[in-house]
């Protein structure tokens, strides 16, 4: 109803009202018999008459007030954000590490962004929607689609930083694919822009689309020192010392100094003091620590002794922690096929110590499938005359001449015989051939080898390979076309640099050497990546660095894992017998992209940017008349139920 | 409305005011008056008159115009003064019964001018049965009706049909009622005054009966609702307006308006009870809850007043 149309509602409302408050003025009377006594006690009274008469007269206002509010709800008054076409808003925070950086506010990048989020909720009108999309390394919907906005607010709250990269990517197709149906779509992306590639074009694609999208970037400061790698491994040759890097980035704008401090189990082992110039990152090796130690942390501490002109300022702390683990030290099961005849190819094994299990298996065993073959992680076959098996066992493969009988179980096909071969090209850059050179060695004879697709010509001879690497799942083979013992390669050192280099190559393709991964949500791990047997073992139970236990199916010895919380994850094998033992796994932040705070959204187009926060809709719901009449009812029986119960008088 | 269904109420009330259990009730309360005061004699009270009495009472000086056989001619002998001799002159006591009719006793249907008129009546009965000279009268500050002074008990029905035909109403003004009780009163007596003494100048009525040489009673009916309204659940802003007159007053009646109405109340019947107390009238307060003949009883009781 208009104005004009309730005022003669009001006005005659008032009237009324007015009117029945007269009559009901009108005291009633009660004859007494001897009034003299009443005046004795109500002299006293006579203060209190206008606070009476003023108690009338709020009553009478409280009336007005009601009829007020009615004609109020007749009106129906409703603000524009009522008569706008509904919105459907997916908010999109980002909650990556770089969102906890702070602001010249004190706060975080993430309180603004929340801010933000809110004075959105807030500007719903009663037939908007929203849904609030949190963008971590996982994405998940934080408050699904509602105009609740009491829980839409509520969920903003519980939005904390997470470790690692914003997938934006997803974040943003989920939130298309929530607001892709519903009336008036609309996506708005809060962020500070320090995103990674994959963010900047799912940004770029979101602002893009059909469906408007709008980012809202935070600001904040940019000084920030991080540690962006670090790493343990064994020595080589030394299997029991391990040798730590770490490297640190100034990743700010000011030039920092800082000390790095790294701890073993707990104890320091080593500190370093870096300057730091802005961009300059530096590496730190500690080396010839006790393998004894497993775990390693790496710190970034304060100095406690600045210079002038360096910042001493370590900005988020997400980054100023990493871990790291000792790769596990398990022995390289080795089997050697041979009659016994070529003593240097023995000896050039032996030279391995302690790291190699070798055993000994005449061609006739392997011939009969001796368990060795079945066990062994690498399997040399140097049988000369003897015959080879009729299959290759299920490993790592080293064998010699394999084509000198026409029967032979090698993938690698034969392509020709030669007589006194010179080994003409090597790939000198590949692992196995490194510090060998073949220059001059004499064969007497041998086999070229006819490649197929992936396979590699580690050695040619004349542009014929006679040595071949052939790599097909899990397992490689290493193909020599001539018989050690019909040259004078044993006698060379390159002899057993090759062998080494052969073992330390399958070795290195062999698990147990993932002793650290990075930051991410669901992912695939290999038990033997982590060093754990992985035969009947139906379930890990993984232990979080924030103690949470959670027990994950096994299929095929690999198991998924989620790794949000940097620092060590221990596996305890279930089932299958393998019980014994655990594996840990150290998980980092991403890198310095995931540590650099500065937005990269400064060249972007300025159309993709939201405005101001919208003003805060002046009635959230809208069963505002309801309110209204409910209020204006109890009113009424409050102030009726006081009056004819002598309480307000 | 209102009000005529309440009198017509009223003048039901009173044909039922005098019924024959009332009449069982002062039989009964004649025989208790007999027992109390078994083997005193008529006339054993005595007026303060002075006249020809046996007893000496008194001399004066003589004036032209005395009886000359009353000159105390012994004394004259001694102190050659002429003395007449005065005697205590013996003559039953005469009882006047005087009835508050004012408005002030019809309130709340008229149970105050009820129980004063039963009240009335069974003392006039008790005198009656006494053979003493009972007179009534009914005052307010518009009416003022008397009943000479009867003697017997046969006349009792004669003290109901003045008792009841009445017409009550009128301020209360028991100064100017009692006053004219006084001057009317040949014979000064036991004057019994039954009245709420919702008046301010009530005492003064009955220290005048006291000059006149009256020996006044003063039995003050209550109503207890009226004496204390506070379970009526009255509450609120009312108009309090007396009956008797135009005095209205606006009054928010609370809790504690109450309680101090209560209390002034109270003083108010103290103090009149201490005002008697103090000049030598009986004072009776007379709740009207209570039954009448218990009343009458309880003055029994207390002796001196009757009988």
């Known amino acids: ?649 | 409305m209102a009000l005529r269904q309440r009198a017509a109420a009223n003048g039901a009330d009173d044909d039922t005011l005098f019924d024959e259990a009332f009449l069982a009730k002062l039989e009964l309360l004649q025989v208790i008056a007999r027992r109390l005061f078994r083997g005193r004699q008529r006339a054993e009270r005595k007026t303060r008159k002075i006249g020809s009495g046996l007893e000496f009472a008194d001399h004066r000086e003589y004036s032209p115009g005395d009886d000359i056989r009353y000159i105390d001619w012994t004394a004259w002998v001694r102190l050659r003064q002429r003395l007449i001799r005065l005697y205590e002159e013996d003559e039953d006591l005469p009882i006047r019964i005087v009835v508050d009719v004012s408005d002030s006793m019809t309130t709340r249907g008229r149970r105050k001018l009820r129980y004063a008129r039963q009240v009335a009546a069974a003392l006039a009965y008790v005198g009656l049965a006494s053979l003493d000279r009972v007179g009534l009268s009914c005052v307010s500050g518009r009416t003022f009706e008397t009943l000479p002074a009867v003697r017997g008990k046969g006349r009792i029905f004669k003290v109901f049909e003045f008792l009841r035909t009445v017409a009550p109403g009128g301020p209360t003004d028991l100064r100017h009622g009692l006053s004219r009780v006084a001057a009317q009163s040949t014979q000064p007596g036991l004057t019994i005054v039954i009245s709420d003494f919702y008046d301010m100048q009530a005492f003064e009525g009955l220290n005048l009966l006291r000059f006149r040489r009256h020996d006044p009673v003063a039995i003050q009916v209550i109503d207890p609702i009226e004496a204390d309204p506070r379970s009526t659940g009255l509450r609120g802003d009312v108009m309090v307006v007396d009956c008797e007159g135009d005095t209205r007053r606006e009054v928010t009646v609370t809790a504690r308006t109450l309680d101090a109405f209560a209390q002034a109340h109270e003083r108010f019947c103290a103090t009149l009870e201490s005002n008697c107390r103090s000049r030598g009238i009986h004072y009776v307060r007379a709740n009207i809850d209570v039954p009448f003949d218990d009343l009458v009883l309880r003055m029994f009781r207390m002796g001196g007043i009757l009988l």
């Open chain 1, 1 to 649: 109803m208009t104005v004009a149309g309730l005022l003669p509602i009001a006005i005659g409302g008032a009237v009324a009202i007015t009117g029945m408050y007269l009559l009901r003025m009108r005291r009633r009377q009660v004859v007494v018999p001897f009034a003299a006594l009443w005046e004795q006690v109500t002299r006293e009274s006579e203060s209190r008459k206008l606070w009476r008469r003023l108690r009338r007269l709020l009553s009478w206002l409280v009336q007005i007030v009601v009829l007020l509010l009615i004609c109020v709800t007749l009106g129906d008054p409703r603000p524009d954000v009522w008569l706008r076409e509904p919105v459907t808003l997916a908010i999109v925070v980002d909650r990556s590490a770089s969102m906890s950086g702070t602001t010249d506010a004190g706060g975080t990048r993430l309180d603004d962004a929340r801010v933000r989020a809110q004075q959105e909720v807030a500007a719903l009108g009663p037939a908007d929607q929203a849904v609030i999309i949190a963008a971590g390394e996982e994405v998940g919907v934080v408050a699904a689609r509602s105009g609740d906005t009491t829980a839409l607010s509520a969920a903003l709250a519980t939005i904390e930083a997470s470790h690692g990269e914003a997938d934006l990517a997803r974040a943003l197709a989920l939130a298309e694919h929530v607001v892709a149906d519903a009336v008036g779509p609309r996506i708005l992306v809060l962020t500070d822009g320090a995103l990674d590639d994959g963010g900047m074009v799912a940004l770029a694609r979101c602002t893009a689309s059909v469906i408007p999208c709008q980012v809202v970037a935070v600001a904040g400061g940019t000084e920030n020192i991080a540690i962006t790698a670090f790493a343990a491994r064994r020595y080589p040759n030394a299997r029991d010392k391990v040798e730590v890097l770490a490297e640190v980035k100034n990743l700010g704008d000011l030039p920092v100094v800082v000390e790095l401090d790294v701890e073993a189990d707990g104890v320091s082992v080593g500190r370093r003091r870096m300057e730091l110039l802005p961009g300059q990152s530096r590496r730190e090796a500690l080396a010839d620590l006790e393998a004894a130690r497993a775990r390693f942390v790496a710190h970034l501490r304060e100095v406690e002794d600045p210079i002038a002109g360096f910042s001493t300022a370590l900005g988020p702390g997400f980054d100023d922690v990493a871990y790291a683990v000792v790769p596990p030290l398990s022995p390289l099961a080795v089997t050697v096929v041979t009659d016994g005849t070529d003593l240097f190819l023995e000896a050039a094994l032996l030279t391995q110590g302690d790291h190699v299990e070798l055993t000994g298996v005449t061609p006739e065993q392997a011939q009969a499938g001796h368990d060795a073959l079945r066990e062994a992680d690498v399997v040399v076959f140097d049988v000369a005359d003897g015959a080879l098996p009729q299959t290759l066992p299920e490993a790592h493969v080293l064998v010699f001449d394999p084509w000198r009988t026409a029967n032979s179980p090698c993938p690698i096909a034969k392509r020709g015989d030669l007589k006194r071969p010179f080994l003409t090209e090597q790939l000198r850059e590949h692992p196995v051939l490194g510090h060998v050179v073949l220059k001059d060695v004499n064969i007497a004879r041998g086999t070229t080898f006819a490649l197929e697709p992936g396979d590699q010509a580690l050695v040619r001879t004349l542009g014929e390979p006679i040595v071949v690497l052939r790599e097909r799942g899990e397992h490689g083979l290493v193909a020599v076309g001539f018989d050690p013992r019909q040259s004078d390669f044993p006698l060379r050192v390159a002899f057993p640099v090759f062998v080494d280099n052969v073992l330390r190559y399958f070795e290195q393709r062999e698990p147990g050497f993932v002793a650290s991964i990075a930051l991410g949500g669901s992912r695939e791990l290999s038990l033997a990546d982590l060093g754990v047997t992985a035969d009947g073992v139906t379930r890990v139970e993984v232990r979080s660095p924030d103690g949470t236990l959670r027990e994950q199916p096994v299929e095929e010895g690999r198991v998924r894992v989620r790794a949000l919380l940097p620092g060590f994850y221990e596996f305890r094998p279930l089932g299958g017998g393998a019980e014994a033992g655990t594996a840990e796994l150290a998980v980092n932040q991403t890198g310095s992209a995931a540590s650099d705070l500065h937005s990269r959204l400064a060249d972007a187009d300025p159309a993709i940017f939201a405005g101001e926060a919208p003003g805060a809709a002046p009635v959230a719901q809208g069963p505002l008349w309801t309110a209204i009449l409910l209020l204006a009812a109890a009113i009424v029986v409050l102030e009726w139920a006081t009056y004819h119960r002598r309480i307000t008088v």
